[in-house]
Every structure is written in structure tokens, then in C-alpha cells.
Nanobody, 124 residues
Framework: QVQLVESGGDSVQAGGSLRLSCAAS????????MGWFRQVPGKEREGVAT???????SYADSVKGRFTISRDNAKNTLYLQMNSLKPEDTAMYYC??????????????????WGQGTQVTVSS
């Protein structure tokens, strides 16, 4: 069992930066693939970035070059550094843990544990 709590969401202007954090507790956090997802009302939740237990990362095309996912296993914390934010990045952001160490893809069904979300709003 893994409990996830996101923080760091805020309202910023376009071009600004934010760093999201996801604190994990419970089972062995370092053994899990972790991901960041986002969702706007009326749309499906979409994958933003993933990082496996070895630190290998993947990004959605829409955020490549602007967002960076990282993890600190000693602190049981996942991060998402978001730079050059755009209004279309406005969403509720969720962190999630897959069921094993390797990341299998963007399908939300792969991810067993989810946080409650943190809101990011980017104004033009």
C-alpha cells in the first residue's frame, strides 16, 4: 500500500515556473514506477511524465523540453519541475504509482495508487 500526497500547485502567469512535489508513504516507494498525470474537466486524464525505479524518464510530447520529472528515494518524494508554463498546462495534476519498478506506458489502469491532486492554473 502506498499513500501519495501532492503539493506545489499554484496560479502563475504564462512563462512562469512551478515545482510540484509528491510525498509517498507506506510501501517501498523506490521499487515503483512513478508518474505525473493531469486532467481538465470534461477530458480524460493524460500522462505527463514517468520515471522508473532506475531513473529512466518519459515525457508527453506536449511537455518535452519544459518539464522535468525526478525522484528522491531517500526522501520518498517525486517532483515535477515545470518551466515555460503555458495556459494549456492548466489542469489538476496527480501523481501515481505503478504496480512494479518498470513503467509500462501512459494507460491510467497501469497505476495502482493515486494522490488527491494539486491544481495548476496558468494565465495568459
Amino acid at each position: 500500500q502506498v499513500q501519495l500526497v501532492e503539493s506545489g500547485g499554484d496560479s502563475v502567469q504564462a512563462g512562469g515556473s512551478l515545482r510540484l512535489s509528491c510525498a509517498a508513504s507506506g510501501s517501498t516507494y523506490s521499487n515503483y514506477c512513478m508518474g505525473w498525470f493531469r486532467q481538465v474537466p470534461g477530458k480524460e486524464r493524460e500522462g505527463v511524465a514517468t520515471i522508473d525505479s532506475d531513473g529512466n524518464t518519459s515525457y508527453a510530447d506536449s511537455v518535452k523540453g519544459r518539464f522535468t520529472i525526478s525522484r528522491d528515494n531517500a526522501k520518498n518524494t517525486l517532483y515535477l519541475q515545470m518551466n515555460s508554463l503555458k495556459p494549456e498546462d492548466t489542469a489538476m495534476y496527480y501523481c501515481a504509482a505503478d504496480r512494479g519498478p518498470r513503467c509500462r506506458g501512459w494507460w491510467t489502469g497501469y497505476y495502482r495508487y493515486w494522490g488527491q491532486g494539486t491544481q495548476v492554473t496558468v494565465s495568459s
